[in-house]
């Protein structure tokens, strides 16, 4: 029955690291698995996330059988707020990711409106009823706790997709990826396996967690002042590092950063976060207390501008500003396209006289990823007869494509996609067939996808060269110059210092606009002469905006 087609379509995270977001498709049932979002690229100036352009789901809305959450990093979450306001789906998670997830939707105010549904990997046997697909889920190691990997039975056959995982042996929260059910899984033959290529670059396995553990204590034995920890606010076990390694030398912890209070808040009250609340620190006890007495755990880890610890780093932080003698922990590696925010910020944290261990230095963060080796035992235990390599850029998924290769899976079983690209499989068949609208929608303020890329072209050319206004008042009947040019000018010149500039090309407006010609091409003489003139006289070219009046 070949009208019944089992159809993948990834929204995002394929070909690029970010905003995951895949669609399972089977007669028209869809089911949603993850919804992230991705920080702007530093092309894109005012903008504050990036989601992913779901019209493909919108569309289909009423078909939505569910939506389900691997784990509760950004990238896998962020875009929910948006999803939600526009499908009503029911959303299960495990405790933990349930836990992020409502953080997030109580700051966007549609906690009350959601259906969330918690479930849990333990049970080997639970399997979550969505007609036409069944749905188990399964332990997978990460730098965030309680993330799994899904397992979902479809009509065609068995699909595995691995979330973001690796294999650490030595997990801080205790729990492993479940191996027994991978095995399990394979045993019961996969037929599609779509499976995280963050790392397919790295040779070898990913260190444990444990690693990043035996660093803090070299650091803590040695630090006589405040130590502050900067982390991502959803990285529960580094968290939970920090208030260990507090607690073996004496110091008590303080959280800063309105995220990583709310998550150690949420996370403490579900149990995965060993600390009663009545143990943190108030901001003025970091102050006050004996600064060998004294940890942080703070936000800004990636130098974002409004962190934590970037507002710590100026001195421009309410509660918190470092001093000579603090020591700071960057526990964590930038994301590609924020090395920059980073330097700065570690610079700003010597200037301001703390010890800074960054991961350059000390191996102060381990990848939640994992390397080549496991990405191949993952392939070996599951032995797929289909594989899709799944987030990350390009290279990756070919790099990871290669490993499967390497394994014994048959190349034109593979499929390198990239997102909006189309998988369909059958039972004893898979393509690659057609492509559905995707790309980023860029979110700025309260705008969703307002911001385009003209808005985003006009932002640039403002960056670069500023602009002028040219405001002129003419005749309505004639055409008559009645008032003006008046010149505005913003990034261009200073001018006060360019007053000469600034009259000249007041004359050569006038000189243009003189010979009268029909009104409607006013402004874009305005704009010519002007635009010939500035670049003859600066080399530089500003944008231009014309205003006429008619009087
Ligand atoms: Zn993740
Ligand atoms: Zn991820």
Not at 284 to 291: D, T
Not at 336 to 349: A, D, H, K, Q, S
Not at 427 to 453: K, M, S
């Amino acid at each position: 029955m070949s009208e019944h087609v089992l159809r993948i379509v990834p929204l995002g995270g394929v070909g690029q690291i970010g905003k995951n977001m895949m669609v399972l498709e089977y007669d028209e049932h869809l089911l949603i698995v993850d919804c992230g979002l991705m920080f702007p690229e530093s092309d894109m100036p005012g903008i504050d996330i990036v989601i992913p352009d779901m019209a493909y789901v919108y569309e289909r809305r009423d078909r939505v059988r569910a939506i389900i959450v691997t784990h509760g990093h950004e990238d896998h979450i962020g875009g929910l707020p948006y999803l939600l306001q526009k499908v009503e789906a029911p959303l299960y998670a495990t405790r933990l990711t349930r836990g992020l997830i409502e953080v997030k939707l109580r700051e966007h105010g549609l906690l009350k409106g959601a259906t969330l549904h918690t479930v849990s990997p333990d049970d080997r046997e639970a399997r979550l009823d969505l007609d036409p697909f069944q749905v188990e889920f399964f332990r997978v190691c990460h730098s965030v706790p309680d993330g799994v990997g899904l397992a979902i039975t479809t009509p065609v056959g068995l699909v595995v997709h691995t979330a973001d995982f690796k294999f650490d042996q030595t997990p801080v929260d205790g729990r492993l990826t479940d191996f027994a059910k991978l095995a399990q899984l394979g045993q019961r033959g996969v037929h599609v396996l779509l499976s995280d290529s963050t790392n397919a670059e790295t040779e070898g396995l990913t260190p444990s967690e444990r690693v990043v553990g035996e660093t803090f204590d070299r650091i803590f034995s040695r630090a006589t002042g405040r130590i502050i920890v900067a982390t991502f606010a959803s990285n529960i076990s580094r968290v939970q590092q920090v208030i260990d390694a507090a607690h073996n030398y004496g110091r008590r912890i303080g959280i800063v950063g309105r995220s990583m209070v709310n998550n150690v808040k949420m996370a403490a009250e579900l149990g995965y976060l060993d600390i009663s609340s009545d143990e943190l620190l108030t901001a003025q006890e970091m102050n006050s207390l004996p600064p060998d007495q004294v940890a942080i755990a703070c936000t800004g880890s990636q130098g974002e501008p409004t962190s934590a610890l970037v507002r710590m780093s100026m001195g421009e932080h309410r509660q918190i500003n470092i001093r000579p003698g603090d020591t700071v922990i960057v526990s964590a590696t930038p994301i590609p396209g924020n090395e920059e925010f980073v330097n700065r910020t570690i610079n700003n944290l010597f200037r301001a006289g703390a010890q800074v261990h960054y991961h350059e230095l000390a191996q102060v963060h381990v990848s939640g990823h994992g390397g080549r080796e496991e990405h191949k035992l993952m392939l070996n235990m599951l032995r797929p007869r289909f594989f899709v390599p799944i987030h990350g850029e390009y290279r990756h998924l070919v790099l990871h494509a290669r490993m499967a290769e390497e394994v014994g899976i048959a190349p034109q079983d593979i499929f390198v996609i990239e997102s909006g690209q189309v998988l369909e499989f059958g039972p004893d068949w898979g393509h690659i067939n057609g492509q559905v609208t995707e790309g980023h929608v860029l979110v700025d303020g309260l705008g969703v996808g307002d911001v385009g890329t003209v808005v985003l072209r006009d932002r640039h050319l403002l960056s670069r060269d500023g602009f002028v206004v040219v405001v002129l008042a003419v005749d309505a009947d004639d055409g008559q110059v009645l008032e003006g040019p008046h010149i505005i000018t913003r990034g261009f010149v200073y001018i006060r210092e360019s007053e000469d500039l600034i009259a000249e090309a007041a004359q050569h407006i006038l000189a243009a606009v003189q010979h009268g010609g029909p009104r409607s091409t006013l402004g874009e003489k305005i704009k010519d002469s002007l635009a010939e003139f500035l670049y003859g006289e600066t080399r530089r070219r500003p944008m231009i905006l014309p205003v006429v009046m008619e009087i």
